[in-house]
């Protein structure tokens, strides 16, 4: 749900704020920068015995600083002038009622009261019947005007500016928007959260993201880079954001709010986020990519189709200017994300692409295939410049899943094949080391993915259970099984110590240390 909030409300926010902390040049010069005024009052209770008690003195200048507009102070002057008469004070109730823009509003729209008022003001002797015709009286009509003038005011609670920033730190640290667990710096950048002091293998499951409608399930997830939300894209085509401290939907994104939610016609396959969270490219099973902005869920374009089969993966380029795409046709693409027009094409897989991402340095492209091979491939020339195969004893090809920069070390790849081993390798080629659960078959990786430090590094296995080892040392740290049902993928937050699994019966998994 979106809430708009009034600029001349934030402004009163802050002239409260200087009011009750004594900044009287601040704020009298804020006033009158903006002419803008606070129109609030300490007590109504206050205000409202000062009008029954006839202490006009108070009531007039509280009324002066509260900038009520003149045609509703029209019952106000009009007792005081009055009640003046009243105490014989004549030349005061003659100077109110001929020189104050309320009494002379009274003598253009309201003639017959304001020629009362002259009658009364030109007696020599004061009578109250005269004064006060068709049975009212003094008190009832100053109980009649303090109610109608409180009507015009707020009475705002104190330290309304700090209570609304508390109340909004809450509400995000509810929607998994801030950690619970860091020192909130006002002014610091909100999408720059911090990772954990030390990385641990995640044994929690805490929430479930299920899917209502039988065989609708997610076929993709991933984390946004700044933490804030986790994405799906599921087989129907829909494209959902959540909270992923709870699993719930983000309903603060006004178009998940109202059920508009972005869509492709076709099962969503691949996604991936911009490198400043705005933007998310989603790959669709008919080889169409869609970008949209986040924040308003709007699809900043189309290519259509991008690809001749279904679209495995993209991957945005540092500036985000470019996009990198794989496919099951068995190229890479990469298009300009402003003309959408596809500047190279690379050629070379015998098989389906299945991971595609640009090297840390920008200069390379890496791709993993189901032919059993990681090409790296020259962006200017197009041209592939090395080929990692990957083998086993029982094929002498396997498909490579997936490959995940390290978070930790600039230019190692995390490779994973449908076997029992994750590589960790150099993006030039060097092989590294290797992580194994030893299991020799029916428990070949699906999925793998780092923690946020990049000292962990998890592979999800095809029976559901997931595997965690050191990336330093190579030794298993830990094991869990997460389901039973068919596994699809992994992916790790930026951080915190947590990922998302998701499988083909409908669920996403949340799991954390």
């Known amino acids: 749900m979106s809430i708009e909030i009034e600029s001349e409300d934030v402004i009163r926010l802050i002239l409260q704020f200087l009011k009750e902390n004594k900044f009287d040049k601040a704020f009298t010069t804020l006033e009158e920068e903006t002419t803008i005024t606070l129109n609030t009052m300490d ?5 409202v015995q000062d009008v029954t008690q006839g202490h006009w003195d108070t009531v007039l200048k509280q009324v002066a600083k509260l900038k009520i507009p003149p045609r509703k102070l029209l019952d106000l002057y009009e007792q005081v002038v009055i009640e003046l008469v009243e105490m014989k004070e004549i030349s005061a109730a003659r100077t109110l009622l001929r020189q104050t ?9 309201h003639p017959e009261r304001y020629l009362h008022l002259e009658h009364v003001l030109s007696r020599t002797v004061f009578d109250s019947k005269d004064a006060y015709p068709h049975g009212t009286t003094k008190e009832k009509r100053r109980h009649i005007i303090a109610q109608a003038l409180t009507s015009q005011v707020a009475v705002v609670p104190p330290e309304r500016l700090k209570t609304l ?5 809450k509400w995000q640290q509810n929607q998994g928007l801030l950690s619970c667990d860091n020192e909130f710096d006002v002014f610091g950048d909100s999408k720059s959260a911090q990772p954990p002091q030390q990385d641990e293998f995640v044994s929690e499951h805490y929430a479930t993201i299920k899917y209502p409608s039988k065989g609708t399930y997610a076929e993709c997830i991933a984390f946004s880079p700044n933490g804030q939300c986790l994405v799906t894209g599921s087989v129907d085509g829909f494209i959902e954001l959540w909270n992923h401290s709870n699993g719930t939907l983000r309903k603060d994104l006004k178009y998940q709010a109202e059920d508009q939610l972005m869509a492709m016609d076709e099962s969503v396959i691949s996604l991936c986020f911009s490198r400043d969270s705005e933007l998310l490219a989603s790959g669709s ?8 902005k986040i924040q308003s869920g709007y699809c900043q374009r189309r290519f259509s189709p991008a690809h001749s089969q279904g679209v495995t993966c993209v991957a945005f380029s540092k500036d985000a200017s470019q996009l990198l795409s794989g496919s099951y046709d068995q190229t890479l693409k990469i298009h300009s994300t ?4 596809s500047l190279k094409k690379f050629i070379g897989h015998s098989k389906f692409v299945n991971s595609a991402l640009y090297s840390s340095d920008g200069m390379r492209v890496l791709s993993g295939s189901s032919d059993g091979t990681v090409k790296i491939w020259d962006i200017d020339t197009e041209a592939c410049i090395h080929t990692l195969p990957y083998e086993s004893t029982e094929s002498p090809s396997v498909a490579v899943q997936s490959l995940t920069l390290s978070p930790k070390t600039a230019g190692q790849l995390l490779v994973c094949t449908k076997s029992n081993t994750l590589s960790l390798v150099q993006e030039k080629g060097a092989f590294i ?9 029916g ?11 990049g000292e962990l590094a998890y592979g999800l296995s095809e029976k559901g259970v997931l595997y965690c080892f050191n990336v330093a040392t190579g030794v298993l740290v830990g094991s869990r099984p997460i389901t039973d049902t068919e596994v699809i993928g992994l992916a790790g937050h930026p951080f915190t110590n947590s990922i998302a699994c998701n499988d083909d019966s409908g669920n996403v998994y949340l799991i954390k240390a």
């Open 43 to 47: 007590s109504k209770e206050a205000f």
């Open 433 to 441: 080391r290797a992580f194994s659960h030893n299991i020799e078959t």
């Open 101 to 109: 823009e309320p009494m002379q509003i009274l003598k253009n729209h």
């Open 285 to 292: 099973t008919d080889g169409k990519i869609a970008i949209w």
């Open 165 to 169: 920033l508390h109340q909004c730190m």
């Open 338 to 341: 402003r003309s959408g027009k």
């Open 443 to 453: 428990s070949e990786f699906v999925a793998s993915a780092f923690s946020p430090l």
